[in-house]
């Protein structure tokens, strides 16, 4: 007993940091894929009891390694989403005869499922052109399916039937996308419903998480929709 004692004395003891290394550093691939997996529905971190039930088949050591990791990374998310002042790229235009029009309608925007970026854009829309009377995503959904409105399933017949039901001459149609754990990309364009002739469209990338850069991301997109 002595022997054993003195021996484990005699150990160099770990530190903080070795014990960190022990548990950051020596990930196997299916942990930083289990990571990613996670990160990657919506940008939001499942609850602690949902990654237990999907990842039962791993060890407690393994999943302690995964839920330390998603830790340290929300901490990042969170100091990311504090930031005041975004950084965000983008581009845009406007065509002068898009003043003319009087009634348009902003449809569902593929990747928005819960349509926070939808309804924060028409919000924005409205504010900077107040003359026009809009038709929004909630009323569109009373008659029509909303992944029949996407900008991947839009089809001519659809656009006429919204055009009848509501008296539009122009959709506001667009595409939310990740290209990032922490960056979020708008896009959006103006069409015609007659011609379908492209009226204005608006880029913008932003790495800005939360409501509020949902806000600020659609707010730059209607900036960007300048009269040449």
């Known amino acids: 007993m002595g022997r054993l004692r003195q021996e484990a004395c005699g150990r160099p003891r770990k530190t903080e940091s070795d014990f960190l290394s022990e548990i950051f550093w020596p990930l196997f691939s299916e942990e930083r894929e289990a990571i990613f997996f996670i990160l990657s529905r919506n940008l939001q971190l499942i609850c602690f009891h949902e990654v237990i039930k999907f990842w039962s088949v791993m060890n407690v050591t393994r999943l302690l390694r995964i839920s330390l990791g998603l830790f340290c990374v929300s901490l990042i998310v969170a100091g990311c989403s504090s930031v005041k002042v975004p950084q965000w790229s983008g581009s845009g235009f406007l065509k002068k005869e898009f003043l003319e029009y009087k009634r348009v309608a902003v449809l569902p925007f593929k990747g928005d499922t819960e349509g926070k970026a ?111």
């Open 118 to 228: 939808s309804d924060a854009f028409a919000q924005s829309f409205h504010e900077r052109f107040d003359q026009m009377t809009l038709v929004v995503r909630k009323q569109l959904l009373g008659s029509f399916w909303e992944r029949d409105l996407y900008s991947d399933r839009l089809n001519k017949a659809t656009e006429r039937k919204i055009a009848e039901d509501f008296g539009v001459q122009a959709l506001v149609i667009g595409d939310v996308y990740y290209p990032s754990v922490l960056r979020w990309l708008l896009q959006v364009q103006i069409v015609d419903v007659e011609t379908n002739e492209v009226l204005g469209r608006s880029l913008v990338e932003i790495d800005f998480m939360g409501a509020l850069g949902v806000k600020q991301a659609c707010k730059i997109a209607v900036q960007n929709l300048v009269p040449n």
